[in-house]
T-cell receptor, first 108, second 110 residues
Framework: LAKTTQPISMDSYEGQEVNITCSHN???????ITWYQQFPSQGPRFIIQ???TKVTNEVASLFIPADRKSSTLSLPRVSLSDTAVYYC?????????FGSGTQLTVLP | SQTIHQWPATLVQPVGSPLSLECTVE??????LYWYRQAAGRGLQLLFY??????ISSEVPQNLSASRPQDRQFILSSKKLLLSDSGFYLC?????????FGSGTQLSVL
């Protein structure tokens, strides 16, 4: 079971790019890296998933180095509505337990 | 498209009372289904998952049980609630290692 480590909290200002890094030193060969976003009183929402190198969608980018022992979620030009908890997971879904995540607070 | 329904949205129950939370999924067949619990300010704890009718795996020994009487129905139950059962309960299904969550039930045990 790959354990993940990410910062407890981060602050940013509107319009800035935010990068949240997750460490997963014992990631297995078949594991994918998945990021979720959670607002208060809501279930987490899937943001992006990747295996290696770089993945980009309309919401975010995910950067994964060659050794896959870490990953970085990049949110371009954040707004106040991006204030949420962000979770990184790297295990098969049926073994998923979310850690405490990273509380991102976007300030005006 | 697939949708997941979970109810009720909020629930206040006395200690020792029974519990039944229901979750249904539409638009897919034979989904993997999950029950999670989130304590205030904490991460999500996986409680149960099911890969098919009548097949339940428990991740954490506790006061709760789960059942899957139909392909797209997942039920979380308790015979006698404890104060420590309070929390935000989420049902989810997965596709391609991605989880999709319901809107959750906020349970307060008093």
């Amino acid at each position: 079971l790959a354990k993940t480590t990410q910062p407890i909290s981060m602050d940013s200002y509107e319009g800035q790019e935010v990068n949240i890094t997750c460490s997963h030193n014992n990631i297995a060969t078949n594991d994918y890296i998945t990021w979720y976003q959670q607002f208060p009183s809501q279930g987490p929402r899937f943001i992006i998933q990747g295996y290696k190198t770089k993945v980009t969608n309309e919401v975010a980018s995910l950067f994964i180095p060659a050794d896959r022992k870490s990953s970085t979620l990049s949110l371009p030009r954040v707004s106040l509505s991006d204030t949420a908890v962000y979770y990184c997971l790297v295990v098969p879904a049926r073994q998923l337990t979310f850690g405490s995540g990273t509380q991102l607070t976007v300030l005006p | 498209s697939q949708t997941i329904h979970q109810w009720p949205a909020t629930l206040v129950q006395p200690v020792g009372s029974p519990l039944s939370l229901e979750c249904t999924v539409e638009g897919t067949s034979n989904p993997n289904l999950y029950w999670y619990r989130q304590a205030a300010g904490r991460g999500l704890q996986l409680l149960f998952y099911s890969v098919g009718i009548g097949q339940i795996s428990s991740e954490v020994p506790q006061n709760l049980s789960a059942s899957r009487p139909q392909d797209r129905q997942f039920i979380l139950s308790s015979k006698k609630l404890l104060l420590s059962d309070s929390g935000f309960y989420l049902c989810a299904w997965d596709q391609d290692e991605k989880l999709f969550f319901g809107s959750g039930t906020q349970l307060s045990v008093l």
